[in-house]
């Protein structure tokens, strides 16, 4: 799948914040971790990860800090209307993790690999041919060469 012409745009559901991505990400996963499950209502996240220098942000947020089953300090960002959650700002500098569901389109955000994939549901779909990690990777490397290979960027 093509990637689309940058930028692009997300946000909140009620429009308060918008966001925009002026560059490609560096790589889009699942992550099947309870904390994801827990704070997406659903069986996985989609994370879009990006440079900070790609990443601007217009309307207010508030940030929750939680330890993460990792055993990371996440810094999840909400509106601060509707409380959407729109990205994390992980512990390691220099990127931003944004939940792909807020993209305005997210036709060209497929994921290239599964984290925490012993959190999984039983029925969740795993793809033993992309980059699986049952636990968080010791890098997000695999990841990002996996995106780019399967984007040739």
């Known amino acids: 799948m ?32 309870k904390d994801c499950q827990r704070a997406s209502g659903s069986s996985w996240g989609m ?3 990006v440079p900070d220098a790609s990443f601007s942000v217009t309307g207010e ?9 990792s055993g990371n300090i996440i810094a999840m960002n909400f509106c601060s209307t509707c409380y959407s959650w729109l990205w994390n700002d992980p512990q390691s500098p220099g990127f931003r993790i944004v939940r792909a569901g807020t993209l ?7 994921p290239v690999g599964n984290i925490w994939t012993d959190s999984a549901a039983s029925w ?30």
């Open 61 to 69: 947020v508030v940030t929750y800090r939680r330890t993460a089953d």
């Open 104 to 110: 305005d389109d997210i036709s060209w955000a497929k």
């Open 2 to 33: 093509a990637l689309p012409k940058f930028p692009v745009s997300g946000g909140c559901s009620c429009g308060q914040v918008r966001y925009t991505l002026s560059a490609p990400p560096l790589t889009v996963y699942n992550c099947h971790c």
């Open 47 to 49: 994370p879009v990860v």
């Open 124 to 153: 969740a779909p795993i793809d033993p041919t992309l980059v699986n990690f049952p636990k968080g990777p010791p890098s997000r490397e695999p990841l990002i060469q996996a995106w780019a290979w399967a984007n040739e960027v």
